[in-house]
């Protein structure tokens, strides 16, 4: 087992990520192997294996990193869901699937289903997080609030991602001014008690 905390580790975790970027610019996922990111990484299968299990486990890693990355401090500190951290996760979003399909080559449907999920799970995870904020919930609560966060995540992983194909693409202050009141009006409605109980 590898110790995740030593500097040595961490370069060459890095230096695999970037290795499978880079390949992901020229390749169909399902026709990079391991091989082909050992030697962008300049490193041995083994020393592959060490720190991953597959490449599957890498294009996890890779797509959670550039999320986190993504996600300004404001939001991820947020107190409460505003209006203003609305537009920004809906923006974020639209901008982080964006890039993702211009930067690597997603005719793969495999990658691209694992990287749609895997963002809608942390999208989800991250609004969750603002909802549940200072601990005020009691527990039977945090089933609803595990609900609105994930029809909340959905809905705006949804639109920014129907957005990619509309003709008015480059307008994504319009795709902010479609969606945002949508799901503050749910949650509003969710918050003044027509929850399901």
Not at 10 to 17: A, E, G, M, N, P
Not at 24 to 44: P, Y
Not at 87 to 105: A, E, G, P, S, W
Not at 136 to 159: C, D, F, P, Q, V
Request: charged residues 30%.
């Amino acid at each position: 087992m590898v110790n995740q905390e030593d500097p040595r580790v961490l370069r060459t975790r890095q230096l695999i990520r970037v290795a499978f970027r880079v390949l992901l610019r020229s390749k169909r996922f399902d026709a990079i192997t391991i091989k082909d990111i050992a030697q962008e990484a300049t490193i041995n299968r083994a020393t592959f294996y060490a720190h991953f299990e597959d490449k599957y486990a890498l294009l996890d890693e890779v797509t959670e990193q550039a999320f986190h990355e993504m996600i300004p401090e404001k939001v991820a500190n947020a107190q409460e869901f505003t209006d203003e951290i609305c537009d920004q996760l809906i923006l974020l979003t639209h901008q982080y699937i964006v890039d993702f399909y211009r930067i690597c080559r997603m005719d793969s449907n495999s990658m691209a289903t694992l990287v749609d999920e895997k963002i809608k799970k942390m999208l989800q995870q991250t609004i969750e997080c603002i909802f549940l904020k200072g601990d005020t919930h009691h527990r039977t609560e945090r089933y609803h609030i595990k609900i609105m966060a994930a029809m909340t995540g959905s809905a705006i992983y949804g639109a920014a991602h129907y957005w990619l194909y509309v003709e008015e693409k480059d307008r994504t202050d319009m795709l902010v001014d479609i969606v945002r009141p949508y799901v503050m009006n749910g949650l509003g409605l969710y918050r003044n008690g027509d929850e399901y109980r």
